[in-house]
């Protein structure tokens, strides 16, 4: 099946730093990427839509500027938290929506802010 | 809105026996619907989905789901668990692409020896 890398699995950074993370689609070309943000024992919300090319589509309440989203290639789209707080602090998931519909989500990453 | 709600956000079984967890959506028009499942500290593996076909869904790791809309539900089930079937389900509606996919709270599913 298809394969969604997210890197770096585990981050913990000082408070007012940036942190980037990456989402991979490995064997195949996804056009469009989604970004996810999973509280301690809750489930995902959608922060934001990145389409290749294009400036992605954030969900109502999510912070554009703190959250960047960059989609340059179509195999790789980056979530850089900018300026992180404590309260930044949760875990991030990455999907891609290749041919075969549902989606293929990335390991996750954990963030620590400090 | 399309929404779905998880009955149960902790089911605990004895290997071997009948897992069941619930899942009952709410949408406008006919849904897509997913089964996910998260081991802990890691992303999410597709597990099965509907999409208007067979309303019994065969999934991975002897998982399967039955669409039921006059009941508005999709329920899993595995015929007798094994401890490895020990993580969180998340039950998720989709009425058009990945962009409106809607999870549910979750259900976290403990197996006893």
């Known amino acids: 099946g298809a394969v969604v890398s997210q890197h770096p699995s585990r981050v913990i950074c000082k408070s007012g730093t940036s942190v980037k993370i990456e989402c991979r689609s490995l064997?195949?070309?996804?056009?469009?990427m989604f970004w996810y943000r999973q509280f301690p024992k809750q489930s995902l919300m959608l922060m934001a839509t990145?389409?290749?090319?294009?400036?992605?589509?954030?969900e109502q309440g999510v912070e554009k500027d703190k959250f960047l989203i960059n989609h340059a290639s179509l195999t790789l789209s980056t979530l850089t938290v900018t300026s992180a707080h404590p309260e930044d602090s949760s875990f991030y998931i990455c999907?891609?929506?290749?041919?075969?519909?549902?989606?293929?989500f990335g390991q996750g990453t954990r963030l620590t802010v400090v | 809105a399309q929404s779905v709600t998880q009955l149960g956000s902790h089911v605990s079984v004895s290997e071997g026996a009948l897992v069941l967890l619930r899942c009952n959506y709410s949408?406008?028009?006919?849904?897509?619907l997913f089964w996910y499942v998260q081991y802990p500290n890691q992303g999410l593996q597709l597990l099965l989905k509907?999409?208007?076909?067979?309303?019994l869904v065969k999934g991975i790791n002897g998982f399967e789901a039955e669409f039921k809309k006059s009941e508005t539900s999709f329920h899993l089930t595995k015929p007798s668990a094994h401890m490895s079937d020990a993580a969180e389900y998340f039950c998720?509606?989709?009425?058009?692409?990945?962009?409106?996919?809607?999870f549910g709270a979750g259900t976290r599913l403990t197996v006893k020896p």
């Open positions: 999907s891609a929506m290749g041919q075969e519909f549902g989606a293929f």
């Open positions: 064997d195949f070309q996804a056009t469009t």
């Open positions: 990145s389409n290749e090319g294009s400036k992605a589509t954030y």
């Open positions: 949408s406008s028009v006919p849904p897509y």
């Open positions: 509907y999409t208007s076909a067979a309303t």
């Open positions: 998720a509606v989709s009425l058009y692409n990945n962009n409106d996919m809607r």
